[in-house]
């Protein structure tokens, strides 16, 4: 019962965005999360739970971090009798972000997971559409190939959408924290190198045999 109030929530919250973390976002993680948690005999309840809710916290889409976080605890409070079980929810939300590779590594299985399924989903073909649907939601260009991107902030404003692959999206096989996710990571790695291969060849349309 308690999965689908949480699926309700998170519709509604979630249900208009159109920055790459709506309602489909968190339908493929925690799908993915609970692939890997059967795959590595975690807590279910713990990983499809946290995989419902992580995305409510998400700063970016509130006022601070803090008020994220504070919108998934009462929430959990309201609907999950349990307290380790909240506990351990709050914990993997409160450290899951990527947040330019600074967030401290995850103390248990079930974060794991869940920080191992968002990250899937932000590579491959899905990562790139991703990519680029938060890019215009944000009013980024698409590719400034004459700028230096070397002194900017993680998740400037400034930044381009095919930057952000640089800055993030091309770390993330390799912090992969499973086997079973490494594994997934790899032919989602490849083909965004593939695409960014295509993409430069495309990018000038310049006849090379000219």
Not at 42 to 56: N, R
Request: proline residues 1%; contains cysteine.
């Amino acid at each position: 019962m308690v999965i689908g109030q949480a699926e309700r929530f998170v519709q509604e919250e979630l249900g208009t965005d159109r920055s790459g973390h709506d309602w489909w976002h968190i339908h493929r993680v925690r799908n993915m999360a609970l692939r890997l948690a059967r795959q590595e005999q975690a807590d279910l309840l713990v990983c499809e739970l946290a995989a419902l809710l992580h995305d409510i916290a998400d700063e970016k889409l509130n006022a601070s971090k803090e008020a994220g976080l504070n919108k998934v605890s009462v929430w959990l409070q309201r609907h999950v009798s349990d307290e380790d079980v909240i506990h351990k929810i709050m914990s993997i939300i409160s450290t899951m972000s990527y947040n330019g590779g600074k967030n401290p590594p995850m103390t248990t299985l079930e974060g794991e997971i869940v920080q191992d399924a968002d990250r899937l989903d932000a590579i491959g073909a899905i990562g790139i559409a991703r990519t680029f649907a938060y890019g215009g939601s944000k009013g980024r260009s698409m590719h400034e190939p004459e700028r230096d991107f070397s002194n900017m902030d993680y998740r400037s404003e400034g930044n381009t959408s095919i930057h952000h692959f640089y800055e993030k999206l091309l770390k993330l096989k390799d912090l992969m924290n499973t086997d079973y996710a490494r594994q997934l990571a790899e032919s989602r790695h490849a083909f965004m190198q593939q695409y960014l291969d295509q993409f430069y060849q495309e990018w000038d349309a310049a006849d090379k045999d000219a």
